[in-house]
T-cell receptor, first 113, second 114 residues
Framework: GENVEQHPSTLSVQEGDSAVIKCTYSDSASNYFPWYKQELGKRPQLIIDIRSNVGEKKDQRIAVTLNKTAKHFSLHITETQPEDSAVYFCVAFSTSGTYKYIFGTGTRLKVLA | NAGVMQNPRHLVRRRGQEARLRCSPMKGHSHVYWYRQLPEEGLKFMVYLQKENIIDESGMPKERFSAEFPKEGPSILRIQQVVRGDSAAYFC????????????FGPGTRLTVT
């Protein structure tokens, strides 16, 4: 079945450094890749997304890259701040499939002040 | 425009009782998705419904779990004879139609089985 692998599971960085989270998906029909940030006890919040017709998208300190051939996509956070500390999930989705989000296993990011 | 609403936000049930979780989609949305998040894990798809139709229930456990989305009223996720392993956060999401990219998540219901 569909699967999304996410690495690393935990990541600690110093404030101001960059953080990179990587995901690999299995369903070649996937064409939409959102990233969610989840703080403790809260709902997942969409922070950035990318569609399969582009290779990179940036929004201030956050960027996402997509390599469709390799089925890899990554989240890059620059100039990290303590409030970036949370669990981040990548998702793969296909508009031609069953319309369910396939979530990665999550990365717990801790930004050390 | 109110977002996706879920209630209750917290639900405590004893083993063997029934749990009913409700989800009201965003206004104008007729597609609802339920996801389960076990502690320290990612969200797992359970079921996808349109009004009066179950489209995909491939993530639903075969027994004790059921879902509906009636013509009027919220979508209901029902868990019969709950067990401790059902303790989790249950999130629903909605979209205006199938095959669109964005799903909008509700705040979740945290079910605790004692």
């Amino acid at each position: 079945g569909e699967n999304v692998e996410q690495h690393p599971s935990t990541l600690s960085v110093q404030e101001g450094d960059s953080a990179v989270i990587k995901c690999t998906y299995s369903d070649s029909a996937s064409n939409y890749f959102p990233w969610y940030k989840q703080e403790l006890g809260k709902r997942p919040q969409l922070i950035i997304d990318i569609r399969s017709n582009v290779g990179e998208k940036k929004d201030q300190r956050i960027a996402v890259t997509l390599n469709k051939t390799a089925k890899h996509f990554s989240l890059h956070i620059t100039e990290t701040q303590p409030e970036d500390s949370a669990v981040y999930f990548c998702v793969a989705f296909s508009t031609s499939g069953t319309y369910k989000y396939i979530f990665g296993t999550g990365t717990r990011l801790k930004v050390l002040a | 425009n109110a977002g996706v609403m879920q209630n209750p936000r917290h639900l405590v049930r004893r083993r063997g009782q029934e749990a009913r979780l409700r989800c009201s989609p965003m206004k104008g949305h007729s597609h609802v998705y339920w996801y389960r998040q076990l502690p320290e894990e990612g969200l797992k798809f359970m079921v996808y419904l349109q009004k009066e139709n179950i489209i995909d229930e491939s993530g639903m456990p075969k027994e004790r779990f059921s879902a509906e989305f009636p013509k009027e009223g919220p979508s209901i996720l029902r868990i019969q004879q709950v067990v401790r392993g059902d303790s989790a956060a249950y999130f629903c999401a909605s979209s205006p139609q199938g095959g669109v990219y964005e799903q909008y998540f509700g705040p979740g219901t945290r079910l605790t089985v004692t």
